[in-house]
């Protein structure tokens, strides 16, 4: 596959299933040199040979907690040192709990800011601080959510409007270096993010779906939950472009929305 990545290395948080394993197999395919960040050695293990399994090189796992100062910023340090070309930090970790506010906690608004907003935001500043040192062209590939564009975003979505107002700042501060700054918008996409949902979370997802004619989980699921590799495949369009365009954002979601 000529995607141009190999002798580059790509970092990839939230790399242990769904939207970023799919990403950082497909970058694999590609010859990138992957750095896997997640919390679950097994998962990030299958991620990895997923990647050998499609024909990339050997892939590196990281375990790191998001939620820890300093820990994905030592971790790019880690492979600026390592690699003569660190090439791209896709941050696609999240945390979601999709509740109204009266119904949150201080400790879940906590874990949603620091892993979606926090970690994106030191892991940026290091990446940068390591493709100037590079002298090389390089991105950061920022994973959002449509979420934010909900009249009513709740907390996520508020973390995630966040996101998209952090890359607008980064491309206007790094517009006299060949680093791009893209944000990836999903839809509905089939991830572990609502793993931590509690089972009132679930039913009204049920019932948004049932509103549409389609039972969860059954036929017609994927109008409304796309595959991940979708996003995957607009990760590696945007690192084949030149480095002399900006694809500033794009937002990627299955045919019908979940939002009522």
Request: proline share 5%; glycine share 12%; aromatic share 4%.
């Amino acid at each position: 596959m000529a995607d141009g990545f190999g002798g580059r290395a790509i970092i990839v948080t939230g790399a242990s299933s769904g939207i970023g394993r799919s990403i950082a197999v497909e970058l694999g395919r590609g010859g990138a040199e992957l750095w896997l960040v997640g919390r679950a050695a097994g998962e990030l293990a299958e991620t990895a040979r997923l990647i050998a399994q499609a024909g990339g090189p050997a892939a590196h796992a990281a375990v790191v907690d998001l939620r820890q100062r300093g820990a994905l910023a030592a971790l790019v340090k880690e492979v600026g040192a390592a690699h003569p070309h660190l090439f791209a930090l896709v941050n696609n970790a999240g945390v979601m709990h999709p509740e109204p506010i009266m119904s949150g906690t201080m400790e879940r608004w906590q874990a949603m800011f620091d892993v979606n907003v926090l970690a994106m935001l030191e892991g940026c500043k290091a990446a940068v601080e390591v493709m100037r040192a590079h002298g090389k062209p390089g991105h950061l590939v920022n994973i959002g959510s449509v979420q934010a564009r909900f009249e009513v975003p709740g907390v996520y979505g508020i973390t995630k409007q966040a996101v998209e107002a952090i890359g607008v700042s980064l491309r206007e501060e790094l517009e006299q270096d060949d680093i791009r700054v893209a944000t990836v918008i999903p839809g509905g996409f089939a991830t572990q993010l609502a793993r931590g949902f509690a089972p009132e979370q679930l039913a009204a997802i049920a019932g948004n779906f049932k509103a549409r004619g389609v039972e969860f989980g059954g036929p017609g699921t994927e109008r409304l939950v796309s595959d991940p590799q979708h996003i995957a495949n607009m990760v590696r369009y945007i690192l084949q472009q030149p480095i002399d365009i900006n694809i500033q954002e794009v937002i990627v979601r299955p045919p019908v929305s979940t939002k009522a």
